[in-house]
């Protein structure tokens, strides 16, 4: 009985070794990455598997243990390898080329055209579907409509970029939002796309030159600033373009266009922005500054001192926004300071009582928080509005919509 075993574990360990052999053989003969570790996938498995029926037959402990924990990794690595190699050979320069490879976008050239360019992420969900009738209504009529929509691999291999692979689900969903935005009048693109979501809106918008990309968010209220959805706040810190955030319940008011400043170059260019989507969609335009009276330790036991250091600050504020103001060309009438105990809060309520149709801040400003992907300002206005706001990403200039 031991002698057969063992010669069943030693055919077994061949057979495995072969497998891996002919998939290394594979591997090195198929003329592309994408050949090779199909090729490479089709055998590794098998070989592993096989392999480890080859240690059962030994009937000791530690061997069968390694073996299946050999297994174990190669399952859960191998797909996840896969997919980073195949990416990465997607977006490696070819011989004749000098930079990384875009991978094709259909419709592009569509959107290349006279007008604004506007990129809508779109999954099915009741947050996208509000961002996408609104941005069909508001700048459709402006220029032109592309739909993105992003499969997120579950680890599988991403095989010569997967624009030609069709998902069902993925083609439903883009099916559903032609037809939403078609019933506007507005003519729209779908854009097919696999891998990360927030990566991958990224890089259409750069490729398409979006003028604006359009995301809905999750949620709305005293925590959505800790569960804004990543694929928003990532937007909205990193894309090339100004990043227009639709709450839930946003609505889209019939008032002006209403734009945060702070003095920090961000905020600027946020305004430039603001001032350059007024011009397309002729809202109205209102320039504030949102300020707090500083809290200074043992204040109130100097007579008056509390009513000095307002008036100290509310100058200041003035002469901040009138800077700003002369900078940008704006006129005093379309300025204002407003004050509250959180500069976020006083925005926002500001820009409901204007009915406002837009807030646009700038992603990163003044503050502790600097550094972090969003500042604590901005995501305390996306957190808070009641209409959709604007993010200008640090790397997006003011002149970017013209």
């Known amino acids: 009985m031991g002698t057969a075993l063992d010669v069943l574990g030693a055919c077994l360990l061949g057979l495995g070794l072969l497998l891996a052999t002919v998939g290394l053989y594979g591997v090195l003969r198929m003329p592309d990455i994408f050949d090779q570790l199909h090729a ?58 000098d930079g990384p490879r875009e991978a094709e976008t259909p419709g592009a050239a569509s959107l290349l055209g006279e007008g604004m360019r506007t990129l809508v992420a779109y999954d099915g969900s009741d947050s996208a579907k509000r961002a996408l009738e609104l941005a069909a209504q508001v700048f459709g009529p402006a220029g032109s409509i592309a739909i993105a929509h992003v499969v997120q691999p579950l680890g599988e291999p991403d095989f010569a970029g997967s624009p030609e692979v069709e998902d069902p689900e993925q083609e439903e969903l883009l099916a559903e939002a032609r037809a939403a935005v078609a019933r506007t009048g507005t003519p729209a693109v779908t854009l097919r796309r696999r891998g990360d979501p927030a990566a991958e809106l990224i890089a259409a918008g750069a490729e398409l030159d979006a003028d604006l990309i359009v995301v809905g968010s999750r949620g709305r209220g005293a925590v959505a600033s800790a569960l804004l959805g990543s694929v928003s ?12 955030v639709v709450g839930p319940s946003a609505t889209f008011g019939h008032g002006p ?10 905020s600027l260019d946020a305004a430039r922005i603001a001032l350059a989507l007024d011009r397309r969609l002729e809202r109205g335009f209102r320039l504030v500054h949102a300020y707090t009276v500083r809290p200074i330790p043992g204040v109130s036991v100097v007579p008056d001192a509390r009513a000095e250091l307002a008036q100290v600050d509310e100058q200041k504020a003035e002469e901040l926004l009138a800077g700003v103001a002369r900078e940008l060309g704006i006129p005093e009438e379309e300025t204002q300071t407003v004050r509250d105990g959180s500069e976020p809060s006083a925005l926002v309520v500001l820009a409901r009582d204007l009915d406002a149709a837009l807030i646009v801040v700038g992603s990163r400003g003044l503050g502790a928080v600097r550094a972090a992907v969003l500042g604590s300002f901005s995501t305390s206005v ?18 970017a919509l013209g």
Do not use: K, N, Y
């Not at 996306?382 to 990403?393: M, N, Q």
């Open 233 to 244: 706040a990532a937007l909205a810190g990193g894309a090339h373009s100004p990043v227009l």
């Open 382 to 399: 996306l957190a808070e509005a009641s209409c959709p706001v604007v993010v200008v990403p640090p790397i997006v200039p003011g002149s």
């Open 257 to 266: 266009i209403v734009a945060g400043i702070d003095g920090s170059e961000f």
């Open 40 to 97: 490479a996938g089709l055998v590794t498995g098998p070989a592993v598997l096989v392999i480890l029926l080859a240690a059962l037959t030994t009937r000791s402990a530690d061997i069968v243990t390694s073996a299946a924990l050999l297994f174990v990794f190669v399952l859960i690595t191998a797909p996840l390898s896969g997919h980073a190699i195949a990416r990465a050979a997607w977006l490696r320069p070819g011989p004749d080329e």
